[in-house]
């Protein structure tokens, strides 16, 4: 076999941090904060990467990946409105990166700005139409606001893009099954098929099929989700499958 072990190993995150330190003594530049906050960030010292992301932007403010890899980090700190900005600023030195909208999209999501959330998903698809996360996430949205046609179109594009998307399947079976569309059992068949040890995926089917009247073995699906540790399939279980063997 050929050796490829190398390709797999583990980045020494620790080792990096004491390499851009001294490097920094003799260079001290952009490149080399921002390398070693990337390096910091990685090693969950948020603290240290943000000073470092904030000296790499001081001495180049058109750093692009300082501000991206900075409103990241303010995104996971739940500082959102800083987060926003510093992508805001990569669009501004690039209105050509999907990767900026979606974040943006991702992080006003976060804030509720749905309508915002929408606008930048939009953008980062124009950009990036094989984005099959864009057109979920933008699809979730269109749901919470109640445009359910519009999120359906989404989930439908996400499929088409990425034709195991398991939870594309899911929440658009669920949506359908909402508006009465007798397609969602295709749907909920689906998940199963691609995940068939998944417990939800059985309730979920078995509450359809109950709720709808449609034709098949729920007490089946449900005692599956049952074996499969899914406890709310018990209730549900005891009421309606009690005599069934």
Known sequence: MF??????????????????????????????????????????????????????????PDKFEAYFSRGILKEKLKDYTNSIEDYTKCISLNDKSSKAYFNRAYTK?????????????????????????????RAILYKISSKFE?????????????????????????????????????DFNKVIELNPENGESYYNRAVYCINFKIEGDYCKDLKKAFQLNYYPAMEILSNKCSKSK
């Open 150 to 186: 519009l999120a359906i179109n989404d989930f439908d594009s996400a499929i088409k893009i990425k034709t195991n998307f398991i939870d594309a399947y899911q929440n658009r079976a669920v949506l359908r099954a909402q508006l009465k569309n007798k397609d969602a059992i295709l």
């Open 109 to 137: 999501s976060l804030i509720e700005d749905y309508k915002g959330a929408i606008e930048d998903y939009s953008k980062c698809i124009v950009l990036s139409p094989d984005n099959s996360v864009a057109y979920f996430n």
């Open 3 to 60: 050796g490829v072990a190398s390709f797999c190993q583990e980045i020494d995150f620790e080792k990096d941090v004491i390499y851009y330190t001294d490097l920094i003594k003799t260079d001290p530049s952009a490149n080399n904060y921002y390398f070693r906050g990337y390096t910091k960030y990685n090693l969950k010292d948020y603290e240290g990467a943000l000073e470092d992301y904030d000296k790499a932007i001081e001495l180049n």
